[in-house]
């Protein structure tokens, strides 16, 4: 039996969807101690992209994409 063990892809607050004014994000994973790195132009985030620190806002047309990365763990599934 073999199996592998992947952080928690990251979740959003809002969830998807269009605004007609700027939009504040907030992300998060259950998973512990995993660090989560997004992208805003609808690229795969990678171990470079843009570390999340906090909420960010959003005010122009944007595509997020956020990924889990965490201790010694696969990468999540992409969000």
Known sequence: ?????????PTFS???GVFDA???????TA???AAIRYTLDGSEPTAASTLYNGPFTVS????VKA??????????QTS
């Open 60 to 63: 122009t047309t944007a595509t």
């Open 67 to 76: 990924k889990s990365f965490g201790g010694g763990l696969p990468d999540s």
């Open 1 to 9: 039996l073999q199996f592998t063990v992947q952080p928690v892809g």
């Open 31 to 33: 998973t512990a101690g």
């Open 22 to 28: 700027p939009v504040s994000v907030t992300l998060a």
């Open 14 to 16: 809002p969830a998807s």
